[in-house]
């Protein structure tokens, strides 16, 4: 192939990806970068820890790892790729093969020749479309001039209170960063039912709700931001929903992001429902001669095989890579996504990947989800922490379609959500999860790993061994409704249940699972049971007991105890770990 | 199917999880577990965190997650399963279906009948065959009776110094749990040129070598020990090797273990050449009415299609399950092992999957590998640490073969090496790694994560554009050797390389890679260069400058700067991360 010249519109993560992979395969080919802001190459998913205090210096986040800047005399020295700030693309003509670029800062005119161009022009952070939503004290975190903003601010101590709207997770990050370290009295705002909606089920939600309430962040879910408006007292501004107004120094919102494809559509090239532009497996557009990666395509979702807008630095920077092969004259592929996910909020970290039980059954599928929890390494081995996995199957082909998690080792739940979501794309089973060899030795992992006990549960539940309930039918039911005839029984030992039989009277019933076959007599025959224990394990062999028994109107409370504690329902002591 | 009588030969680790899963499923059977033991299902696993120190009683090794002791009346109680400890298998009879005990504290014999049986015998620590090999001071660790002993006399005082023979997984770990918080003087002695033969290749071998001396372990590899006699002096006994004599007030033997697979083979069932029973993938031996799983049966390994011993507890755990779930009448399969591991060493955490390049060429595979060296989380997050991993890929196919890994924090290593082990058995290509959907964010990982970044490195050297030698072979041309025609191309900051140009003065030259398209007249065109940096990153990126500028005889060191300190080989300041 002749040497080509490339044209690249944007230059923070995807675009500096193909342009350096490209240069080291094809040396002689004319690289141009373009993008309208004045930074490039930088780490935009940092911005919280910046914005937090754990970065001391903005430069860190356009820093090699070797701490070379990412300027635009880095790109022309170290990578000999061309860099243009400050200039805007304005349109593509596809016909002649130029781009026509705008220098904001001569307000001057060029016309790009390309053979080959790349669009990298990412997303764009959704407004809030309400009176006052423009206000200066209303900010987005979506690029390194707000971060400056927002830091500076705070830094300087003008920032008392702060609301941010929205709590997915750039707005569990900005809390965070605002509270932790500042100490600024923040609120979250969100229109959904729950925090982190569309990546996790409602119930580890929850979780996540009752920690960030543990951290003193004020939540109000299900409440849409009616007005912002300047502030009456010692505050600048009004957060107006429909239950309440808000006082606040600063309001960030972080509502998601929107492809940013309007440049690729005025160029005739098709776009998707979501807005992102439409790729192929190669990552070429509908004109083979431009290629598009990053925040501003639609990925095909590999679990359903529709496509959708997900955007992800890490994303970009694995596109990037094929986007330069192919530039180059390979042929890598990029054949989808399963949308892995993490993110760590206050001392817990969340991760998720695949379909969430509430996402598959939008789909169409018929499917169940079962939850675990169990030690993040061998029960003896000291440091351990709980870890709180959730995996969804379908159920006639017991085929993976998604896990969530949470705890407080984060590094320990990210591999397991990774080795899961290599899984995903594959088709594979529970009892591929079952038998997943991951690596054993007590300080890491327990000998049945939680990867394969989360299986192994959904296996137990679909072939009807496991019949569970969770930890909102148990809410409904046993907390709030109070039936007469629903009772608890907690399989642990009395010290542990000794604290909710004094709570809850003959409601309940505490008999140790190892002195069950014993004790049938003492259940009443007519009564709904809860079967509990701390995490759903002992309580899973009392039931297959009690059905040998003939007792059968019992459920098992999955994730037991220690769930409803994490949910923030039941107050007590330390419990044991199972 | 109607009720049975199984009978499970063997209460550590397999029986006890056949006897429970199966017990759930069909509490109607009558199972009984055998032991010759006095203690049963224990995790072994733990034993040197026991004598460590680390666990405080040994119960904790011997207990549910929930505290409860795993005793024989726990089982009879919880779970309904029958246990005879202290009971010896003597003989299967296959006919009748009996198998013969002997009870080992009253001396009688009992013939117990079976409608199934299930060999879950173990394995048993290889013995010393020297001179003095069975003196009493001479342990092996295997059970909880070892264990009490080494600790008793560790914490009493009585050990001073300790000799280890065998470095590999329990060599080890036991040199750290004396070491470390027992301040025993130890010496590792190990017949292979390298610790950890058989897991490691020889690169990482010598990190960890490094590692363990820089925590005062003294080693010696390629050594055969040759007796083992009564000391002279202050020390009880003497290890003599072929070149030298080693105190010692404790022999620990670590050579490996064997399946114990003679009680199967005395009834006429099938071995193979490992010595262990041979099973199809429903865990049944060559009599259908006979399962075997855990560490007496050898496995498929499913990149070789042949049949390996593996001895691990947690695949115990896992064949358990299978064999119980098949035995209630259900069609549980378990297809075969990648044979993942993963070990604590002092502050160093390994851990492997898949084949070593080692072991892919013994076993005719045409292989490369590829070492990157990488931050183990975003390079601007606070905390973050450097991860080595070595990736083995088949050539012609580029199927994965297999992944080496170290780094100080295990967690992120171990989910590392899990979403490896999770692509292995699937035929999976460098093109699928690559593409491996990792969750991102900055506290746990890189936009461009490590395991996506050792799928690239490894397909650039596979095409050609990454020409890499590794540690070995530096050591060997530029330290050892010093042939005048060699050089050395530092392309990091002057600082950085300031030392080694003071050390090495013209062999070590200096640009930094952001220069060196306008320094190419410096470089001597007739010398063969070792081109590096701290990592192995810049220096490719300058080898592909190099190239493109006709200087063709350069080659780049995998790892660059840190594999050569991690190896022990230089010394120095502190590094930039790349």
Known sequence: MDQQRVVIIGAVALGPKVACRLKRLRPDFQVTMVDQGEYISYGGCGIPYYISGDLS????????????????????KAKDVRVMTRTRALAVDRESKTVKVHHLDNGQEEDLPYDKLVLATGSHPRRLTVPGGDLPQVLRVANLNDALVVREQISQGQVGKAVIIGAGAVGLEMAEALSDLWGVETTLVEIAP?????????????????????????????????????????????????????DADLVITALGVAPNSQLARDSGLLAGPSGGVVVNQRLQTSDPDIYAGGDCIENIHLLTGKRVHFPSGSLANRQGRVIGTNLAGGAATFPGIVGSFTLKTFDMAVAATGLSLTAARREGLDAISALVIQADRAHFYPGQDLMYLDLVVEKKTRRLLGVQGLGANGDALVGRINSIAALLPRRATLEDLSNLEVAYAPPFAAAMDIVNAVANTAENILDGYNRTTDVAEFEKCFLTDQPEDTICLDVRGAQNAAPYVDLFGERWLNIPQETLKDRFAEIPADKRLFVVCNSGVRSYEALRQLETAGLCNAVNLQGGVAALKKSGLLAGGEEEKK
Do not use: C, W
């Open 57 to 76: 210096d903005i430069k860190e986040l356009m820093s090699t790892s070797f701490h070379m800047e990412r300027t635009p005399e880095f790109f022309e």
């Open 194 to 246: 729950q925090v982190l909606p569309g990546v996790l089920d409602p119930g580890l939600a929850r979780m996540v709700l009752t920690n960030l309430e543990g951290h003193e962040i004020t939540v109000h879910l299900q409440e849409t931001v009616k007005e912002i408006r300047a502030g009456r007292g010692d505050y600048a501004l009004e957060v107006v929903t429909a239950g309440r107004t808000l």
